[in-house]
């Protein structure tokens, strides 16, 4: 399961090394800076849409069998994606690749849920989270050196083995499971919630690339509202629904699927503009960006495993609180870095980013698995990480747009003596400013595009930073105290077994 999902986000962290690559018009695919956020989101919004109904299915015919489904729709699309002619094929291929990966995301985690018992399964979805950190360590780094090599394209042939070893082991080794009780399919939820997230990520990336002073955007935004709200309506009535609205009355469980969702919204949003700046604005190759990367990578692989630990002995409350305020003070220091920001600062920012994060994950997705029957375990692998992916998703849409503008908005007066056209192109985006200064032997146009970037950066830095904060004051208020300690039963200890487990280990040892 730790492969499979390993081939999931391994998509998302290796795309974003290439950026700056998909933007280039003779090593790319002269991709605007929308495109690129389509590029990403397409991925995210599929994953997000259909989550639900693979979740079902998957509880319904077999978390095995959709598993493999995932991981067959997977590779077809990377190759898909490695061959696409313009940014509209890739956007499109990806869109598929979502689709894939959102038949595996919930069937990895429900397996492991069916598999392992209670008492193992916080330890075993920490092992499993720390999946995370080894795809954060070796997308970024793959990428880099795949691109210095090979042409773009070959960051998504390097699933296809990755892909196939997951088919095989999952044939081999995995049990099939299902819910013994099935419901019915809910294909209303799932369209809505598929048309409403798109119009509203849509309306919101418009108003970035074009400007928010036109009624188009609004209507989508306010479109994709309105049909979430249906949605919910829906979802209240429907016989069998996709997504439970009755569960968020739970504060566990509502706390645990808002907090997934700020934080990814404020993570991932940084995240995306962090491959611009580091190489554009720092000059560093993709291969270097992926080392940069590795302090993530590393503190979530060391920390998230062992956060169980740390749950059990002092409750999710507290640990969640204290890595949110980690991941907070990593993103604030974002809005004072600038083009000559020592390195090795940055890197320490992104591992104090990800120990904070490897302290939220695990016992967030604890939390939500912990109030869903086991047999349900698909829709609640479903929950979490459609929170999660339509955090992500509106995190790049919102501050994504967020630099555009205030990117546009800075250059455009330092563009003043270049032709129309010429203006129109720099104020693109930082990579089509660097892209005419190249072409037309403007020195100074690079100078001027990092001083506009980095000011629109600090702005998006300020507003992920608010976010974190948010978090953590919902954590503080709402997420609640170790139901144990609230009986009065005694804590176990950090790192002991439960204590049949150890009588039981005791008779076994006594017996000839």
Known sequence: MVLCLLVVVLENTILNVALKVLA???QGLAASQAELEWAVNSYTLAFAGFLFMFGVLGDRFGRRRMLQFGLLVFLVASVASAYAQDPLQLILARAAKGLGAAAIMPATLSIISHVFHPAERGRAIGIWSGAVGIAVAIGPVTGGVLLEYFWWGSIFLINVPVVLLSMGLTALLVPESRDPTPSGLDLPGVLLSVVALGALVYGIVNGGEHGFDRPEPWLWVGGGLL????????????????????LFRDPRFATAVGVTALIFFAALGVFFFVAFYLQLVRGYSPLATGLLLLPFALAQIVFAPRSVLLVQRYGAKRICAIGLSLTTVSLLVWTVFDEHTPIWVVAASFFVQGAGMAHVMPPAMEAILACMPRERAG???AVANTARQVGGALGIAVLGSLIMAVYR??????????????????????????AVATRLELPDLPGLADHAFVTAMHLAAAASTVVAVVSVLVVLRWLPGRPDTAAGAPRPRAGRRPRARRLARAAADRMP
């Open 24 to 26: 280039d018009p003779e």
């Open 227 to 246: 049909g979430l709200a249906v949605f919910v309506w829906w979802e209240r009535r429907a016989r069998h629904p996709s997504l439970d609205v009755r």
């Open 379 to 381: 829709v609640g692998s």
């Open 409 to 434: 908005a800075e250059i455009t007066p330092a563009l003043s003596g270049l032709p129309d056209p010429v203006r129109s192109e720099a104020a693109e985006s930082i990579a089509a400013a660097y």
